[in-house]
């Protein structure tokens, strides 16, 4: 007897070999279907790349009020305390030391 398959063997091999290519088949489509058309991801990214722009630029004119906060603190505030206290530890000192 020789060690060729019997027709009947050669069906089922055949048939099991079919029923792989289908489910490739099916694994594909399914994964074409997820799968994001260019045009779609360039939008994205383009959306992306505006919207990371338009933050950078609103963080720089928060940084640049923040500055002009402090100078205007400095400016408005601590030197005239400063100019207004100067002469009140002066007569301080002075008196103090007769």
Not at 47 to 61: I, Q, Y
């Amino acid at each position: 007897m020789t060690d060729e398959p019997t027709p009947g063997e050669m069906v089922r091999r055949l048939e099991d070999r079919l029923a792989d290519v289908r489910d490739d088949i099916q694994q594909l489509g399914r994964r074409m279907d997820e799968k994001v058309d260019q045009k779609v991801y360039d939008l994205r990214h383009e959306a992306l790349a505006a919207r990371t722009t338009t933050l950078e630029t609103l963080r720089e004119k928060d940084a640049e009020k923040l500055v002009a906060t402090r100078r205007w603190l400095i400016g408005a505030v601590v030197i005239p305390l400063i100019a207004v206290l100067m002469p009140v530890i002066i007569l301080l000192v002075q008196g103090a030391s007769t």
